[in-house]
């Protein structure tokens, strides 16, 4: 099974975080997929990575541009 978080990015559902395991090292990994890069920590089961994506998140949505229209009026 493949947790996903889903993130409002522009008053579009984007998928933010993807959690794989690595078939070499059997490590469960995070992947942004925004940024498309793959985080550099690993994690020893499914519900650390998947913890950790919870806490991503909490972070990301302080940071996370608000959909309010922007005035350009003089």
Do not use: C
């Not at 985080?39 to 089961?45: A, G, M, W």
């Amino acid at each position: 099974m493949n947790f996903n978080e889903i993130s409002l990015f522009l008053g579009e559902i984007v998928m933010r975080y993807s959690i794989e395991i690595q078939t070499t090292t059997m490590e469960w990994v995070i992947f942004d997929t925004i940024h498309f890069l793959m985080l550099p920590r690993r994690f020893k089961s499914q519900n650390e990575a998947y913890l950790e994506v919870q806490r991503l998140s909490k972070i990301s949505q302080r940071y996370s541009p608000t959909s309010q229209k922007i005035s350009y009026a003089l």
